[in-house]
């Protein structure tokens, strides 16, 4: 298995333009999780999902973040407008949930640079 | 809801010697308590974990021990190698409610050769 796969690993982009971050779970993972990193909060949880369905949204920073989980193996979190306070690297995770206490899979993350 | 810290920020150890990196959490449900490290520029990778159920556990170098009326876990790493030198993260996660890893603020270790 490749593992969690996230791409890009690395954007740059300009202040009010739209970013879109993807995330391929692990094939029969049924929980994803997208988590942000920074120097100041480290890491912190943005949104997770259960079976392609949205639990936990209260780590979304504003508005401006949404996320979507269309089917098993893709999910998209998207940044409209970015701001440079966004910048940061974002990592999807992924896991096997209803098997207790089972760990959490990173992908690589995409390093977001807004300026 | 959940709440990690950790402590220390930093650690600086000589090769050989062991480190120790300590963690409290707040949520009595919580009951799966993993540990990541992170190298410079890389993903989050687990190195250990343990369950509520457990009090110890140990794998070669790398012990971790949990006491849970004290809401505290802490990590041990014994003699201490250049390549153990990353960011640590514990993590706590509860079987009910949310249940997403809760991640301390990590400690950067640095072993001097």
């Known amino acids: 298995d490749a593992g969690v796969i996230q791409s890009p690993r690395h954007e740059v982009t300009e202040m009010g333009q739209e970013v879109t971050l993807r995330c391929k779970p692990i094939s029969g993972h049924n929980s994803l999780f997208w988590y942000r990193q920074t120097m100041m909060r480290g890491l912190e949880l943005l949104i997770y999902f259960n079976n392609n369905v949205p639990i936990d949204d209260s780590g979304m920073p504003e508005d401006r973040f949404s996320a979507k989980m269309p089917n098993a193996s893709f999910s998209t979190l998207k940044i409209q407008p970015s701001e440079p306070r966004d910048s940061a690297v974002y990592f999807c995770?992924?896991?096997?949930?209803?098997?207790?206490?089972?760990?959490?899979?990173f992908g690589q993350g995409t390093r977001l640079t807004v300026v | 809801g959940e709440n990690v810290e950790q402590h220390p920020s930093t650690l600086s150890v000589q090769e050989g010697d062991s480190a120790v990196i300590k963690c409290t959490y707040s949520?009595?449900?919580?009951?799966?308590f993993p540990w990541y490290k992170q190298e410079l520029g890389k993903r989050p990778q687990l190195i250990i974990d343990?369950?509520?159920?457990?009090g110890e556990k140990k794998d070669q170098r790398i012990a971790v021990t949990l006491n849970k009326t004290a809401k505290h876990f802490s990590l041990h790493i014994t003699e201490t190698q250049p390549e153990d030198s990353a960011v640590y993260f514990c993590a706590a996660r509860g079987y009910t409610g949310r249940r997403a890893l809760t991640f301390g603020s990590g400690t950067r270790l640095q072993v001097q050769p």
């Open positions: 995770a992924s896991r096997t949930q209803g098997v207790p206490n089972t760990e959490a899979f």
């Open positions: 949520d009595s449900a919580s009951n799966y």
């Open positions: 343990i369950r509520s159920n457990v």
